[in-house]
């Protein structure tokens, strides 16, 4: 399995303010997601991170909402923009790796707390 | 109607005790099925991946498909305060890759 970190941890920010949380995984993988857990509720997948061309994002979000970079296979990194206080959540981000069956991991999350 | 359905209980049993945490589906198109265990304050943690009808298991746990229900279980024996968590099951579509659909969680308190 693979081993992946967030940073930040947990933030407080203000409002109209962004916030820009990294991923790093130990290995080479070739599918990254982004995904919004918010308070009480189950996973949301915001975007698939490509590497190396724009991200694919889901229903109900967008590029400038949720800018993704994907400089190389190990690291992404998700900007929350002008932050409002419903994007107070838990942002994971989360890996495909294996060969024959894709089994999906997950970081420990950021927790965004937004005033 | 969401497309994976899960009783978010919370469900509160003793220690010893067996588990059964359940999730139906609507889109015949999942194939892949996962259940992950989520503490507080964690990422979700993979605990099982089955991608055919029956039993899988795996220790204390077993993963249950059926296909033609759209009914999967996971059953935990020999409950333990530790298991203690937000169980989550997952499923995908026609291939093992692309994009994972949760379920709303099960809250699960096993008390000493």
């Known amino acids: 399995s693979a081993v992946i970190s967030q940073k930040p941890s947990r933030d407080i920010c203000q409002r109209g303010t962004s916030l820009t949380i990294q991923c790093q995984v130990d290995?080479?993988?070739?599918?990254m997601f982004w995904y919004r857990q918010q308070p009480g509720q189950s996973l949301t997948l915001i975007a698939t991170a490509n590497q190396g061309s724009e991200a694919t994002y889901e229903s109900g979000f967008v590029i400038d909402k949720f800018p993704i970079s994907r400089p190389n296979l190990t690291f992404s990194t998700l900007t929350v923009s002008n932050m409002s206080p419903e994007d107070s959540s838990i942002y994971l981000c989360s890996v495909e790796s294996g060969t024959k069956i894709r089994e999906e991991y997950f970081g420990p999350g950021t927790r965004l707390t937004v005033t | 109607q969401k497309e994976v359905e899960q009783d978010p209980g919370p469900l509160s049993v003793p220690e010893g005790a067996i588990v059964s945490l359940n999730c139906t589906y609507s889109n015949s198109a999942f194939q892949y099925f996962m259940w992950y265990r989520q503490y507080s304050r964690k990422g979700p943690e993979l605990l099982m991946y089955?991608?055919?009808?029956g039993n899988k298991e795996d220790g204390r746990f077993t993963a249950q498909v059926d296909k033609s229900s759209k009914y999967i279980s996971l059953f935990i024996r020999d409950s333990q305060p530790s298991d203690s968590a937000t169980y989550l099951c997952a499923m995908k579509g026609g291939t093992s890759y692309g994009k994972l659909t949760f379920g709303q969680g099960t809250i699960l308190t096993v008390h000493p």
């Open positions: 290995s080479q993988v070739t599918m």
């Open positions: 089955t991608y055919s009808s």
